[in-house]
């Protein structure tokens, strides 16, 4: 906002001076000390490393966790940037992918796997089944 004359002269007798913008040789003076100083390190003191991804590859078939989760096979959770991999039932700790199955584990997992595609039962045939009636009256099996 603009100052009147008389607004001036009043600020100068209270013993305030105007703010003034610098010129623009002032400017450009700036900012080459801005850039020197920058250039000789003296700026902002650099922010503390961390430590580092290893650079180690990782195992086949594995990644580093985009969002924390939790393992599908032990229950624990991981945590962002974890390396995980594809386990049973989803994305999981590596040292979860090694425990082996049982063989009742494994014909479980396969008939809950058909049950769950619609594979079993009611997936393979349609009901012979009469609406009021009981089985022993529904029409032959073909």
């Given at each position: 906002m603009g100052q009147t004359p008389a607004q001036k002269a009043a600020k100068a007798a209270r013993g305030q001076q105007p703010k003034k913008r610098p010129g623009k040789a002032q400017r450009e003076a700036i900012k080459r000390a801005q850039a020197a100083k920058?250039?000789?390190?003296?700026?902002?003191?650099?922010?503390?490393?961390?430590?580092?991804?290893?650079?180690?590859?990782?195992?086949?078939?594995?990644?580093?966790?985009?969002?924390?989760?939790?393992?599908p096979a032990c229950f624990k959770d991981y945590a962002k940037?974890?390396?995980?991999?594809?386990?049973?039932?989803?994305?999981?700790?590596?040292?979860?992918?090694?425990?082996?199955?049982?063989?009742?584990?494994?014909?479980?997992?396969?008939n809950k796997a058909r049950t769950e595609s619609g594979e079993t039962f009611r997936g393979q045939k349609p009901s012979d089944w009469r609406r009021g009636a009981s089985p022993s009256s529904s029409r032959p099996a073909r």
């Open positions: 920058k250039k000789a390190g003296g700026g902002k003191p650099a922010a503390k490393k961390t430590a580092a991804k290893k650079t180690v590859p990782l195992p086949r078939g594995s990644l580093r966790a985009a969002y924390p989760g939790t393992c940037g974890e390396v995980i991999t594809k386990v049973a039932d989803g994305w999981g700790h590596p040292g979860c992918l090694a425990r082996r199955l049982s063989a009742a584990e494994r014909e479980f997992a396969r």
